[in-house]
């Protein structure tokens, strides 16, 4: 079988080493130029459902590799207000426990096993189904692939999924995020509560402003696995409502990294001093606006050669658990599409596990934006 696969984040590399385990021809298509051409994550935690796709499928050695350059502080979840005086750890449910990783260096460890499959600066324009059950992917350096199905791993505003559902509907919540991340020296360390070094830290304000905070510390330096060399860092995240950011329209998605990070030290100047001036230590270069998505659960539609994986299938508001699930899905597509399977009804039995996994995830998803922690 030839499967095409857009998008080369975590769920396209996942799931294209499965389909090789089984023999199939496998090619991932990214429009980016290279692996690091833009900051996209940085350390994020993937559930248990998760980090098990990524230990079925991923090679033995790619594995060990991820998990020897996982984080070493991962000590649960806590929130906070503020001022940072009051400290509550949060009970997580069953199955939360996994790993918590560089997002571009777990990137690298699975695309490394991946470059003869692997083409940069090629992102998805369109595609057709011929009368003969295949399809035909035109990409936007003017190529064209032939395949037998083509697998939508394109992140939350995927073109693929609009191209497939052009009624999917999609909600851009009243608020945006600004990511961003500050080197772990030692001022910055005395900077940092001491719950985000030691696992994740939610602050959370009365007026619907966030501000995520994790401190990343790699249990070994990935070069000693053949990669870019990697430092320690505080991973935070701000979410505020867009009329307290000031910038409603298209244009807060111009900003340069130096206008974000200022404005995000702006929008919590009346907290903790620490938090603004941990977020004004950070790194413009990697400083990246964001929107907050969620999706409702669309009708099942009749099985193509095309299909959706992670948040091209069901954009979820960012609260930690769409990584985990995107990969689940990754693997759960690698166990239905075997050698002998018949093609749409492999399709078929996926997407419909897929969308009830997928969505019960949403409603999770929307239920912690909203400050439940319960589940």
């Known amino acids: 079988m030839r499967v095409l696969i ?11 080493h499965g389909l090789r385990r089984h023999g199939h021809d496998v090619r991932l298509f990214e429009r980016d130029a290279a692996v690091d051409a833009r900051s996209q994550g940085y350390r994020i935690h993937i559930n248990g459902d998760g980090a098990a796709a990524l230990r079925a499928w991923l090679p033995a050695e790619a594995y060990a590799q991820a998990a020897a350059t996982a984080c070493a502080a991962t000590a649960g ?15 997580l449910p069953p199955g939360a426990a996994g790993i918590t990783v560089d997002r571009l260096t777990l990137r690298r460890i699975m695309l490394r096993g991946l470059a003869d499959a692997t083409r940069f600066g090629a992102g998805f324009a369109r595609y057709e189904l011929p009368a003969d059950g295949t399809v ?22 995927s073109a693929v999924r609009r191209r497939l559902l052009p009624d999917f509907r999609v909600t851009v ?10 080197p772990l020296t030692d001022p910055v360390r005395r900077l940092t509560p001491p719950a985000a ?9 009365p007026d619907g402003r966030q501000l995520a905070l994790a401190a990343q510390h790699f249990r070994r330096d990935p070069s000693e696995f053949g ?6 860092y505080v991973m935070w995240g701000l979410t505020a409502p867009t009329a307290l950011l000031g910038h409603r329209g298209p244009e807060f998605f111009r900003l340069g990294g130096a206008e974000l990070l200022a404005l995000a030290e702006r929008a919590v100047a009346d907290w903790h001093p620490s938090l603004g001036a941990l977020i004004r230590l950070g790194e413009p270069g990697h400083v990246v606006p964001a929107a907050v998505r969620s999706s409702e659960r669309p009708e099942p539609w009749p099985a193509v050669p095309v299909t959706l994986v992670g948040d091209a299938a069901h954009p979820m508001p960012p609260v930690g658990i769409s990584a985990g699930v995107a990969l689940h899905e990754a693997g759960l597509l690698a166990s239905r ?8 009804d492999a399709v078929r039995s996926y997407q419909a596990e897929m969308l009830d996994h997928g969505f019960a995830a949403v409603a999770t998803a929307a239920r912690r934006h909203g400050g439940d922690r319960s589940g």
């Open 136 to 157: 035909r992917l035109f990409l936007t350096d003017g190529s064209t692939a032939e395949g037998d199905l083509l697998v939508a791993a394109d992140g939350a505003n």
């Open 173 to 182: 919540r009243d608020s945006r995020i600004i990511y961003g991340r500050t």
């Open 227 to 232: 990669l870019p060399p990697a430092a320690d």
């Open 197 to 205: 070094l030691a696992g994740f830290l939610g602050v959370n304000g």
């Open 77 to 91: 979840v806590s929130m906070t207000g503020p001022d940072l005086r009051d400290v509550t750890e949060i009970e």
């Open 6 to 16: 857009i998008g080369t984040g975590l769920a396209g590399p996942c799931l294209a």
């Open 337 to 344: 599409l075997l050698p002998d399977a018949p093609l749409l």
